[in-house]
Each structure stands twice: as structure tokens, then as C-alpha cells.
């Protein structure tokens, strides 16, 4: 039983990811879906963990992990995105970027479970990471739905419509798409948050990127998520940059 808890973990991941899909698809909720995506992130975080804990890591752990990924952070999120050019009249031909994504998904964790490179940083952009691009719009549009206000901008609510209306506009929805489709299974190498000492000089890249993004949360609430996203893609090509001029 002991070495079926990690899988049991990853299958709560495979839970939240089809329960997202039928939130919906079937309940017209793309908040809830949102947010079941979150959980399942919450759950692939721990599954991993657990294994290593009990020291009970599988092969069939490993497949079982990238097939709910293809679910949570694959086609998911990629409905999320369609959905909205859908209900926004942008249908036919507009959501095609948004099921190559879904396709650059599934390749990417393909290729992630042959890729030994990939132990201490990721080679392309991470499905987590796209996933919560998309999932961060219906987040937004809940805050401005909600008129939350922002404790620095009197007008808050309207704050969060205009950047709403920006994140759902198919020129955002259908060209980022395309340009995530390409980072997901690019050689672009993307830093990740592993820590190994807690040196600052031999974190300073994630410790920034932490700090900042702490202080967007606290600033944008859910709005910051893409901004977050964002930022990493761009700091870890400043570094790829960096390293290789220091060459």
C-alpha cells in the first residue's frame, strides 16, 4: 500500500484535471476550472515529494505522472483558452493555435520522461507554467466580475475589466498560443526553483525572481500570474545570455 501513495496523489492530479474539463464544458464554470487546475498543481507537487520520501519512485509512477499532466496542464488549460475565444464569438479557425498547444503539451511530456538534461533546470518552457498563463484569465475576469478593488488604485474594478478584456482578446489569446506552443518544446534552457544550498549567490536568479513575484501577488492578486510567467521566460533568456557572454 506504502508504494501506491504517490500514484494515489497523482491520480488526484488526473482528477482535477478532468474535473476542470467538466467544469467547463459542462457547467459553463471557467473559474472552477481555473481553480481545479491550481489543485491539481497542489497534488503534482506532492506526488513527487511522496516518492522520494518513502523512497518508493516507479517507472509507471513516472508514465502515470506525465499522463495526468497531458490532462491537467495539457488539454486543460488549452480548453480554457478555446472556451474563451468561443464564448467571445472568435470560433472556427481562431482556436486551432489553442489545440496545437494541447499537441506541444503532450510532446513536450514525451520528450521531458526520455531528456536526462533536465534534472536541475527545464529544457522549453514547463506545462505548469503555460497552464497557469491560461488559467489566470477567468481568475482575472472574477476579480473584475467581483469589482475588487486594489488597496494602491482607487479604481481597482476597473482596472481589472481593461486588463480582463486585454487577457481574453484573441490577438492575446490566439498569438500566445502560438509563441508558448514553440516555447514548450524549444531548446530554450528555463531556470527552475530547486534549491540545493540557500547561498544567496548561488540563487540569486530564483531569489529575485521570488521576491518579485511575492510583492506582484500581493500588489495584483490573480493578475500577477502572467505577469509571473512572463517575467521567468524573460529572466531565463537574460541568463542564457548572460552565461554564454561569460564564456
Known amino acids: 500500500m506504502r508504494k501506491q501513495i504517490p500514484n494515489i496523489i497523482t491520480l488526484l492530479n488526473l482528477f482535477c484535471g478532468i ?17 481545479f487546475i491550481i489543485l491539481g498543481a497542489v497534488f503534482d507537487f506532492f506526488d513527487g515529494m511522496t516518492a522520494r520520501l518513502l523512497k518508493v519512485s516507479s517507472p509507471i509512477g513516472k508514465e502515470l505522472d506525465s499522463l495526468s499532466d497531458v490532462v491537467t496542464f495539457g488539454v486543460a488549460p488549452s480548453l480554457i483558452a478555446g472556451y474563451i475565444l468561443v464564448v467571445t464569438g472568435h470560433d472556427g479557425i481562431a482556436v486551432i493555435p489553442t489545440i496545437i498547444m494541447a499537441l506541444m503539451s503532450s510532446y513536450r511530456l514525451a520528450k521531458f520522461n526520455l531528456d536526462v ?9 514547463a506545462t505548469p507554467a503555460n497552464a497557469f498563463i491560461w488559467l489566470s484569465i477567468p481568475l482575472v475576469g472574477y476579480l473584475a466580475q467581483n469589482n475588487v478593488s486594489l488597496w ?7 482596472f481589472f475589466s481593461k486588463y480582463y478584456r486585454f487577457l481574453s482578446s484573441p490577438y492575446f489569446i490566439v498569438v500566445g498560443a502560438c509563441i508558448c506552443s514553440v516555447l514548450l518544446v524549444s531548446e530554450i534552457p528555463m531556470f527552475s526553483l530547486k534549491f540545493h544550498n540557500l547561498k544567496f549567490g548561488d540563487n540569486k536568479l530564483r531569489y529575485v525572481f521570488l521576491a518579485i513575484s511575492a510583492v506582484l501577488l500581493v500588489l495584483l492578486y490573480f493578475g ?10 524573460i529572466l531565463s533568456i537574460f541568463n542564457n545570455i548572460s552565461k554564454h557572454s561569460q564564456r
Do not use: C
Not at 152 to 158: A, H, I, K, N, R
Open 19 to 35: 474535473e476542470s474539463i467538466f467544469q467547463l464544458l459542462y457547467f459553463d464554470n471557467p473559474f472552477l476550472a481555473s481553480v
Open 117 to 125: 538534461r533536465q534534472t536541475d533546470s527545464f529544457i522549453g518552457l
Open 152 to 158: 494602491f488604485l482607487q479604481d481597482g474594478g476597473v
Open 224 to 233: 500577477a500570474i502572467p505577469i509571473i510567467i512572463i517575467m521567468y521566460i
